[in-house]
């Protein structure tokens, strides 16, 4: 695997960065049961001491023998709810989301280094528990973004604006403007040995009703191994696309009023 793709990368001092996510899914636990999230629980309660149960995400995997479980996937949150955990048979992803007026958010050496740390507490408590080693079938990383009204745009007009993707105008001489625009790409990227999805909907946010084009990037792909220090050099790499793809799909009027730095 290639180490660089040779670009400079950006960095953003008023970014619309609202929520990061690392996580891998894996072959799925044949001995995972129900009980298994509250003894990792125990382990966490620390520093996650909220919890919710919500319906498993990505590909349903149920391996079951006699009577079958209900598959479900576990919330694990620190008390400010900016960390999260989720747990399931087959997945394990860390999110960092931005707290609402929080103006600061951690950088992605930050985020690395808890998704690191979580995950081996994650992989010791399966070795501990006589569970088989997890076999990655694949990495994701994700960055979603909140671009609000007001700040570049005010209606999907200004939408080419934002994101050069998009003709000079959404309207022909027949058509109005569109009530709403949902645009969902994919890239492959061969030295990531995967893909980058990006998503784009308007949206209206919970936290303060605002309106806001939501624009997600991920990065989906296999690391050479299900080793620790493999799956790093996978999120490095695959950090840089994500990071430059966001700055190829979006104008450089956006990027001079979220005020971008260029770093090597």
């Not at 600061?104 to 010791?124: D, G, I, Q, S």
């Not at 709403?180 to 040995?193: D, G, K, M, Q």
């Not at 620790?228 to 696309?241: S, V």
């Amino acid at each position: 695997m290639t180490s660089s793709i040779h670009r400079t990368l950006s960095d953003f001092d008023d970014s619309p960065l609202v929520e990061t996510v690392l996580g891998v899914e894996f072959v799925p636990l044949q001995q995972w049961k129900t009980p298994h999230f509250g003894l990792f629980w125990h382990e966490i309660k620390a520093e996650y001491p909220r919890f919710e149960v919500q319906p498993p995400s990505g590909n349903l995997n149920v391996i079951s023998i006699g009577m079958p479980e209900i598959p479900v996937r576990c919330l694990f949150y620190d008390e400010p709810q900016t960390k999260l955990i989720q747990v399931q048979n087959n997945r394990f992803f860390y999110n960092w989301r931005k707290y609402f007026n929080q103006i600061e958010y951690p950088r992605y050496e930050t985020n690395k280094t808890v998704f690191k740390t979580e995950w081996l507490k994650f992989y010791n408590f399966l070795i501990a528990n006589q569970f088989e080693q997890p076999q990655i079938q694949h990495c994701e990383i994700s960055y979603i973004n909140h671009i609000e009204k007001g700040k570049g745009w005010e209606t999907l007009a200004d939408l080419p604006n934002v994101i050069p993707y998009f003709s000079n105008s959404l309207s022909t001489q027949f058509l109005p403007l569109p009530d709403a625009v949902v645009l969902h790409v994919f890239y492959s990227i061969p030295n990531i040995r995967g893909r980058i999805n990006i998503h784009l909907q308007p949206a209206i946010r919970q936290d303060d009703g605002k309106e806001i084009i939501q624009l997600q990037l991920s990065a989906i792909g296999l690391p050479a191994s299900s080793n620790i220090d493999d799956m790093i050099e996978w999120f490095d790499l695959a950090r840089e696309y994500v990071n430059n793809s966001f700055v190829d799909f979006t104008s450089a009027k956006m990027h001079g009023i979220w005020k971008m730095r260029e770093k090597i």
